[in-house]
């Protein structure tokens, strides 16, 4: 599971860092290329003017607003106009459309719809979501990049996307400091110092690839460091290979090697976990030398290339699968496999 932490005060809708940062979206581009039935967004965000100092491996916080239409289509359902007063948990007034555009959660709707008051009441907070930074500051300056995959809806709910990230990708203006943000530090998923002259290896399929980026960016700043390693998995390798010409630039620099898995460039699924056993004698190796583990994205995915690490340690280790798991359970102790999944 993710190591962030979400404290009650969090749940409750309230600001952890309050107030947030402002942040300007400088830039914004769709990652895929046309033909991909995938949709993620490149955002670099400004932090000129906030005091917010990242290592990579950080996220940051982002409150999302409901998309207006939603909005609207929520207002005919309660036959509301929008202008009524509505008060908050803590109490504090709002007009109804504020109060459902910047307060709630609308992925649940009530199916009583008594007064509009106790309607509000029965609807979640609105709450920040996470995203993996994918620069290094010391390579970017005043700038934290993210790499946003739009979240479908899969239950019928008021609006067909992801709250967050559709605002990210779609909503949320480009050139205007109105993106509510905050800077949350990770203390379990990190590059360790003692890692800047370790090998690494980086297994980030899909938007699981934002946090290696910034790896790749900080150790391209650092002299003498060691080899990196990054396996990469997405649909296709022709629409949906994300930063692709940096990973090739680095490669050709001698400063990374990379293993692709496209699950639907051919006939079978190939996953970055089948790409692990396959390359799984040198892997080994790898780790045997010392390399640091990190892997980011679904918790699926994370889940299985877990076991087809226990699996490496029965086949090139010679270990038991008892072993195994303890060998597996020593490298997350010490902190050479780390791991960040949601
Ligand atoms: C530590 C951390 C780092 C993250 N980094 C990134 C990142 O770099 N890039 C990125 O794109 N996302 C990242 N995420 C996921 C991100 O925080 C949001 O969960 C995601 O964008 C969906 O939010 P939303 O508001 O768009 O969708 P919501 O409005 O929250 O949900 C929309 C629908 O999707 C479903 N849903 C939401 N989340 C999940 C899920 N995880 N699995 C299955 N169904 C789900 C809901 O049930 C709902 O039906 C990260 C999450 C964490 C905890
Ligand atoms: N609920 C949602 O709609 C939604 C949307 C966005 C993000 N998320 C969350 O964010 C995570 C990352 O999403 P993403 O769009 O960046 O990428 P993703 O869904 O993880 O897909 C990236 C690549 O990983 C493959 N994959 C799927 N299941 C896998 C598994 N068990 N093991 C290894 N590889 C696997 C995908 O293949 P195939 O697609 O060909 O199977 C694809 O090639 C999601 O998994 C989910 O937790 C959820």
């Not at 202008?83 to 555009?101: M, N, V």
């Not at 699924?269 to 190796?285: A, D, N, P, S």
């Not at 076991?307 to 490298?331: P, V, Y």
Request: proline content about 5%.
């Amino acid at each position: 599971m993710t190591e962030i932490v979400i404290s009650e005060k969090e749940k409750e809708g309230e600001t952890p860092f309050s107030p947030p940062f402002l942040a300007t979206i400088k830039e914004r581009y769709r990652l895929n290329l046309s033909g991909s039935d995938k949709e993620t967004f490149h955002i670099v965000l400004d932090l000129q003017g906030s005091n917010i100092k990242y290592n990579v491996g950080d996220c940051l916080g982002i409150y999302p607003q409901n998309d207006p239409h939603s909005v609207s289509k929520l207002l005919i359902l309660l036959g509301a106009s929008g202008e009524e007063h509505i008060q908050d948990r803590k109490g504090d007034t709002y007009s109804l459309f504020e109060f459902l555009t910047f307060k709630a959660s609308l992925l649940r709707i009530p199916e009583e719809k008594n007064d509009l008051q106790t309607f509000c009441s029965l609807l979640s907070p609105l709450l920040p979501r996470y995203y993996s930074i994918a620069s290094a500051m010391d390579f970017v300056g005043h700038e934290a990049h993210l790499t946003v995959g739009l979240t479908k809806n899969s239950n019928e709910t008021i609006s067909p996307f992801g709250t967050c990230s559709h605002y990210l990708c779609y909503r949320a203006p480009v050139g205007e400091p109105k993106i509510a943000i905050f800077h949350k530090p990770s203390t379990q998923f990190y590059l360790p110092e003692e890692a800047m002259r370790a090998p690494i290896i980086m297994i980030g399929p899909g938007t699981g690839i934002a946090p290696f980026r910034g790896f790749m960016q900080q150790r391209m700043m650092q002299t003498g460091s060691s080899k990196s390693w990054l396996f990469f998995g997405e649909r296709r390798g022709d629409t949906d290979f994300y930063y692709k010409d940096f990973w090739e630039h680095l490669v050709t620099q001698d400063q990374l090697r990379l293993t692709c898995a496209f699950s639907r460039s051919g006939s079978e699924k190939i996953y970055v976990q089948h790409k692990m056993r396959e390359e799984g004698r040198e892997l080994w190796e790898w780790i045997q030398k010392g390399a640091y583990v990190f892997v980011c994205g679904s918790i699926d995915m994370g889940k299985e290339v877990e076991l087809t690490l226990q699996q490496l340690a029965e086949i090139h280790g010679m270990l038991s699968s008892s072993d195994s798991k303890i060998f597996i359970r020593n490298l997350r102790k010490s902190k050479k496999y780390l791991r960040d999944v949601y």
